[in-house]
């Protein structure tokens, strides 16, 4: 099992930054790659960002550019830095761990963050 705790989500107006952060604990070793997926209302949940134990990162096209994620190992912990947030950024945003890039893999995840994006 693992756990999945996120923090850092609140209110951002436009053009601002804010950063997100997830710590893991449990059966860390078991895991292949962390990430950060959002839900808008009304709409389906979707990838944001992911960083594998081997360092590859994948974003979507829509955040490419404003966001970045990186990972403290030392900490067991993911960070998702979101630099030029628009409104369309506006969404829960919850903390996934996944154990293996197959279909065999599982995913854990995090009860979510909400980030605001608006003046």
């Known amino acids: 099992q693992v756990q999945l705790v996120e923090s850092g989500g609140g209110l951002v107006q436009p053009g601002g930054s804010l950063r997100l952060s997830c710590a893991a604990s449990?059966?860390?070793?078991?895991?292949?790659?962390m990430g950060w997926y959002r839900q808008a209302p009304g709409k389906q949940r979707e990838l944001v960002a992911r960083i594998t134990s081997g360092g590859s990162t994948k974003y979507a096209d829509s955040v490419k550019g404003r966001f970045t994620i990186s990972r403290d190992n030392a900490k067991n912990t993911v960070y998702l830095e979101m630099n030029s947030p628009k409104p369309e950024d506006t969404a829960v945003y919850y903390c996934n761990a996944r154990t293996a890039p197959s279909v065999e893999g599982m995913d854990y995840w995090g009860k979510g963050t909400l980030v605001t994006v608006s003046s």
């Open positions: 449990g059966s860390i070793f078991s895991i292949w790659a």
